[in-house]
């Protein structure tokens, strides 16, 4: 999962830094990743991961980190 | 409080009464000049000082009033009846109280710094505008130079307003040369610590009291004055929903003010004619309508921040999608009302309203409201509402 994740950060997350160098706790938004650039990572998770983010997990610390949007994709998918 | 005011949250009554004075007796006479001069309004910011009010949101452990946002809100929609451009000050000034003690209660220079504010009456001033990055507030260009235990910036301010007139200046900057635009930090510079070199000249339409060319500010400080949360925080849960609600709180008393001046004018011109309908008065029922609008949208908004406020860690909800689009869409329904009230009571008050030198002039009051949809500029929170409410599902 976490590889889908950093090819859809390569391609929407338009970090300052390369996604291949980033650790999974790291901060998407410190490597740069505006707020513009966090709804298209949005809405390409929601796309490839054919989930919705509730409301509730639209907010920055479930998008702050490769390893916050996994957790948030598994509790959308039940852990799958 | 009167029974109008319940529903903006609790307020103590004194508060809102001290900021009525000050409106009633010191702003309002030196309004027109503030206006017609584009200078600061000294008298009233003297008397804010006097009766301790630039300290009012400093917290009660460190000397202030510990004043909520619903009662600088209050505060700021009396001061807004009266000059807009001191009840703006007034809300600028709080808002960056309000991120530092917020965000800097763990950091000891900035709990100093928040006690010396209410001690000696500080004005603290925002830089947050910046040259080159289009009105984005969640970008810099300039960034922090740190050098051992001491930083250096220079930035290069679009506007920044009350400048020369205030303590210190609260900064955006990016967290270090090598970061990104968006990785900013809140740093602070105390008079002294800075140079501050005019760039544009002032002469806006309204709100020229605030005192708002750009400047390039240079400092240099101690590492302990860069507030350590990262700015994003402290820009959704503190900065943005305190500006919008003190400022959505001071157009309230703009407009407020001019339906006074129109109700008052329909009213004298009942008196003299008994009997006979006023060709103002449906308009003024129209206004008075919109006037109820405004209200509830600020109050309601108000109410609900204050609430979230008084939790002891700031709600998951202050971070939300949901919560931006909510505030955003205050500001854009709060400086559109304004505009519109005010422009409704020009035409209830005929010539007399466009005269500058009648009581029922609506000159400065339509200038001022003017300005509200422009400074962050609605069309630019409108495109940012388009994107965010591509994922916001309203569940």
């Known amino acids: ?80 | 409080m009167s029974w109008n005011d319940v529903t903006r949250g609790p307020v103590r009554s004194e508060l809102v009464e001290q900021a009525r004075r000050i409106g009633t007796e010191v702003a309002r006479p030196h309004a027109g000049a503030v206006d017609r001069d584009a200078r600061f309004p000294f008298e009233a910011a003297a008397a804010l000082r006097e009766e301790r009010l630039l300290g009012a949101t400093v917290p009660v452990e460190l000397g202030g009033l510990g004043a909520s946002v619903a009662e600088v809100a209050a505060m700021c929609t009396e001061l807004g009846k009266h000059c807009s451009a001191t009840a703006v000050a007034f809300a600028m000034h709080h808002i960056q109280i309000a991120c530092m003690a917020r965000h800097g209660m763990g950091s000891p220079f900035f709990r100093a710094y928040l006690t010396e504010c209410a001690e000696r009456q500080l004005l603290v001033a925002s830089a947050t505008s910046e040259v080159g990055v289009g009105g984005d507030m969640r970008s810099s260009v300039c960034a922090v130079e740190r050098d051992g235990a001491r930083f250096r910036l220079r930035k290069a301010s679009s506007v920044l307003s009350y400048a020369e007139h205030a303590d210190s200046i609260l900064a955006t900057a990016r967290r270090a040369p090598e970061a990104p635009k968006n990785d900013q930090v809140l740093v602070l510079l105390t008079k002294g610590q800075y140079t501050l070199e005019r760039t544009t000249t002032w002469d806006p339409l309204g709100m020229r009291g605030t005192c708002s060319p750009g400047y390039v500010t240079t400092g240099e400080a101690s590492s302990d004055q860069i507030l350590d949360a990262a700015f994003g925080d402290i820009a959704a849960q503190t900065m943005v929903p305190y500006s919008h609600v003190t400022w959505s709180s001071a157009w309230l008393g703009i407009a407020s003010d001019a339906v006074s001046r129109a109700r008052a004018y329909v009213r004298a011109d009942a008196r003299r004619r008994p009997g006979v309908l006023p060709y103002g008065a449906p308009r003024l029922g129209e206004v008075t309508n919109l006037l109820q609008t405004m209200r509830a949208t600020v109050f309601e908004a108000t109410a609900e921040y204050d609430a979230m406020m008084r939790e002891p860690t700031p709600p998951d909800h202050l971070s939300t999608i949901a919560y931006a689009l909510k505030m955003n869409n205050l500001k854009i329904s709060a400086s559109q009302l304004v505009g519109k009230i005010v422009l409704e009571c020009l035409t209830i008050c005929g010539m007399a309203g466009y005269s500058n030198d009648s009581p029922f002039s609506m000159g400065r009051q339509l200038r001022d409201a003017l300005g509200a949809a422009l400074q962050v500029s609605n069309d630019r929170i409108n495109t940012t509402n388009a994107g965010l409410l591509l994922v916001y599902k309203d569940d």
């Open chain 1, 1 to 80: 999962m976490n590889d889908t994740i950093r090819s859809i950060l390569k391609e929407h997350g338009r970090l300052a830094v390369d996604v291949g160098a980033i650790a999974d706790d790291a901060d998407l938004y410190q490597a740069g990743m505006t707020s513009h650039a966090s709804v298209n990572l949005m809405l390409a998770l929601e796309g490839a991961f054919d989930v919705e983010f509730p409301d509730r997990m639209l907010r920055r610390r479930v998008f702050e980190s490769i390893s916050s949007i996994r957790a948030a994709i598994e509790e959308l998918t039940g852990g799958a």
